[in-house]
């Protein structure tokens, strides 16, 4: 379904800017895209049952897409509520053509997850990354993960509070993994980080170190 109007969604889009920031939705259907674009969001989270025309619109305002990996595998969320897994088994289905749609019209794409929260499943985002090699390669992921993310988030302006972010430089917030392999060859040293993270540093502070 579409729950809000377009004039909802644009008095928040007003409101957010006013505050000096931006309106990201959960959308996934082409209906509800169209109508959070012509709002005057500036990311779609999700939208995998997004069709072409629908990704030609986001890539012609150029709105961010912040899409996952979400496939009917072994970290598929299984739903009580047949209705609940009924939709979700759409979306897994519409994953594959999704990333084609945003590699094909060239979609400002970023990666992303609403499932910090929940420590279980936190758990598996090493893995969800990994994942992307399906489309993009490692590198292309890890660009995507770091220095992509960044950029969608500094249109945030002055309610920003990260500083620099997704560069390693003099001044940038000191967020770093040493890691045991190469990512920019194979991901998947990043879907079991308890083996393969040696080092863990947050804004230049250690806080997981396994080379002592």
């Not at 957010?16 to 959960?26: E, F, K, L, N, R």
């Not at 929940?118 to 893995?127: E, F, I, S, T, Y």
């Not at 770091?146 to 500094?154: E, G, K, P, R, V």
């Amino acid at each position: 379904m579409t729950q809000y109007t377009e004039a909802e969604m644009r008095a928040a889009v007003e409101a957010a800017s006013d505050w000096g920031t931006y309106v990201m939705v959960h959308a996934y259907t082409p209906r509800s895209i169209e109508r959070a674009i012509r709002a005057g969001v500036r990311c779609i989270e999700h939208g995998h049952l997004a069709d072409d025309a629908t990704a030609a619109l986001m890539a012609e305002n150029g709105t961010w897409w912040s899409l996952q990996p979400f496939l009917a595998d072994e970290d598929a969320s299984p739903l009580s509520d047949p209705n609940a897994q009924g939709k979700y088994e759409l979306v897994t289905a519409g994953t594959d053509r999704a990333y084609e749609l945003a590699r094909r019209h060239d979609v400002k794409l970023a990666w992303g997850s609403d499932i910090l929260f929940d420590a279980a499943v936190a758990a598996r985002q090493g893995r969800l990354l990994a994942k992307m090699t399906r489309w993009f390669t490692p590198l292309e992921v890890l660009t995507m993960a770091t220095s992509t993310n960044a950029a969608l988030l500094a249109p945030s302006s002055e309610r920003n509070p990260y500083r620099q972010l997704g560069v390693v430089e003099p001044g940038a917030l000191a967020d770093l993994l040493l890691v045991d392999g190469d990512p920019s060859v194979n991901l998947e040293v990043l879907a079991d980080p308890d083996r393969n993270l040696i080092t863990v540093i947050k804004d230049g502070v250690v806080y997981h170190d396994r080379t002592t």
